[in-house]
């Protein structure tokens, strides 16, 4: 087990209707390299995952977006799935948590529909992104560049387009946050 991430503590932020994979598989490359990992979500103590066709398994919440504060974190995930991005583009505290991420300049990775919140959290113009194909046109809207590639890095900023990509996504996330912060205003 490397520690390359040890000392790092890292923020997933999503609620019910994440893709499965796009939650647990990011969690545990991060904690096997060291980080420690939440799991935040607004209001709950548990959240569930879309598995296919159906609600999957309930997934333990570490701490509610209430009561955390981006300064205590040094990087963001932001799984996808359909319903988990498009809730919490909607949510003005989950919009502003993820903004403290870039204003910080730390590392944030989303992947799938995760971009949503980026989007409205205004902080996708001028980024190099990827995301899943239905979201493309969503972000070229936004002002980003969109290139079909199954993970781009833009400044600590790392997207990837479906759970195929999650190996790449994951080597990246863990290579960014490792570097920490970074230089390029991401706002």
Not at 34 to 49: C, E
Not at 77 to 90: H, M, S, T, Y
Not at 151 to 174: H, N, Q, Y
């Amino acid at each position: 087990m490397s520690q390359k991430l040890n000392g790092k503590k890292v923020a997933i932020l999503a609620t019910d209707g994440f893709e499965e994979s796009e939650l647990s598989e990011p969690r545990a490359a991060l904690e096997r390299f060291g980080a420690t990992v939440h799991v935040i979500a607004p209001g709950k103590d548990s959240i569930r995952a879309w598995a296919g066709s159906d609600w999957g398994k309930p997934h333990d919440v570490d701490e509610r977006l209430e009561e955390v504060k981006a300064d205590d974190y040094d990087a963001l995930v932001l799984p996808g799935g359909l319903f988990n991005p498009d809730a919490l583009r909607q949510n003005e505290q989950a919009l502003a948590f993820t903004r403290q991420f870039f204003v910080a300049h730390k590392p944030v990775g989303a992947i799938c529909h995760g971009p949503w919140v980026l989007i409205n959290a205004g902080v996708a113009k001028g980024r190099r992104m990827t995301s899943y194909p239905s979201v493309e046109q969503d972000l070229r809207n936004a002002g980003a560049e969109w290139v079909n590639r199954e993970v781009v890095v833009d400044s600590g900023l790392v997207t990837s387009r479906k759970p195929d990509d999650l190996e790449a996504f994951c080597a990246k996330l863990i290579e960014e946050i490792g570097e920490g912060k970074h230089s390029r205003q991401h706002a």
